[in-house]
């Protein structure tokens, strides 16, 4: 273990990094690999956790894999889209997929905090994620604005009314709306401290929000009301133009019906 002292620190790193990035990393017979894999998942995750732990804490990560989860993805039409992950990840695309740009450079997010969500709706782009983290974009991603949100936990799910109206929810039920472009926020209360982990807007406008656990929100932003027939555990979801939901499930996708959800 090295310790830099003072700003030692400052030279040391990015002469580490260029070694880091040098290694030959592989299956550990194979000539000229200077890096195996770990062992096993649970070594994997435990130095996954160390590397989450230092961000967190303020560190600042400068080099790694190319294992850094994409979370949340959006297109405005065929060719132009945003996908966004772990490690303040987002990339741009306008080519249909074919070539992505980094573009975080752009967000406020010096601590490298992951990103869990993003929606777009015209030329306004809303992402957030851990510690309260969200941004606001209102020319499809060129520029940013930080938006100050009173909960400071992590936000899984966002969803655009319009270009004024907004949602976000996440960690232990919190759902939390804005009127006026994320100036001011207001609370929504949930019927479990639940997390949040799925969202969609219906064919009608109304929003359906649905926790860890198949509990579901839905209504307009103003009136989101708790569903009395609990939906399937879920991943994710998108409402159909039929009316239908898919939705991501532990067993793979599923279809479920909008009558439990009204």
């Known amino acids: 273990v090295a310790v830099a002292v003072g700003d030692a620190g400052d030279r040391l790193v990015p002469e580490l990094k260029a070694l880091v990035d040098k290694l030959e990393v592989g299956e550990g017979t194979r000539e000229g690999v200077e890096m195996g894999p770990l062992v096993t998942r649970e070594h994997l995750e435990r130095v996954q956790g160390y590397i989450e732990l230092g961000v967190k804490e303020g560190a600042r990560l400068v080099a790694d894999g190319p294992d850094k989860p994409l979370l949340d993805l959006h297109f405005f039409d065929r060719q132009n889209g945003i996908v966004v992950g772990a490690y303040n990840f987002v990339l741009a695309t306008e080519d249909g997929g074919a070539h992505w740009t980094p573009i975080q450079h752009r967000v406020d997010n010096p601590q490298g905090f992951h990103w869990y969500t993003v929606k777009a709706r015209g030329n306004v782009v809303l992402m957030a994620g851990e510690q309260g983290l969200v941004v606001r974009s209102d020319d499809r991603g060129r520029t940013f604005k930080r938006l100050e949100v009173p909960y400071k936990g992590s936000f899984f799910v966002s969803e655009l009314v319009d270009g004024d109206r907004m949602v ?41 929000l649905v926790n860890q656990s198949g509990d579901a929100l839905v209504g307009p932003l103003a009136d989101l009301k708790p569903v009395q027939a609990p939906l399937r555990p879920i991943h994710d979801v998108v409402a159909l133009a039929d009316g239908r939901l898919l939705a991501a499930s532990r067993s793979g996708p599923i279809i479920l019906s909008l009558e439990s959800a009204k």
Request: a positive charge.
């Open 168 to 208: 976000v929810a996440g960690l232990r039920g919190n759902v939390w709306r804005t009127d006026d472009r994320g100036a001011h926020w207001s609370q929504v209360p949930t019927r479990a401290p639940v997390s949040i982990v799925a969202s969609t807007q219906l064919a009608d406008g109304r929003l359906l």
